[in-house]
């Protein structure tokens, strides 16, 4: 995987860009985060579809449960 760094020189203003690869330890933090995002999004569908099964149990669509919470 490619990293792309920038760096600002405030005192000169000088940018450079470097565009390097990813140490071993990038790449394992890079996995972990991917990993975690997506046990978050499959977590919220779970909860959604729960939520969605009690609205369906109740009769409820979205838009009313909306009305009578807001």
Known sequence: MII????????????????REATPEE???FKEIE????????EK???DAARQA????LGLSADEVAALLG
């Not at 760094?5 to 405030?10: K, M, Q, S, T």
């Not at 990993?35 to 499959?42: F, I, R, T, V």
Request: glycine share 2%.
């Open 35 to 42: 990993a975690q995002k997506k046990a978050e999004e499959k």
């Open 27 to 29: 790449l394992k933090r």
């Open 54 to 57: 009690v609205l369906d149990k």
């Open 4 to 19: 792309n760094e920038r760096f600002h020189d405030a005192v000169t203003g000088e940018v450079t860009d470097i565009q």
């Open 45 to 47: 569908l779970a909860k």
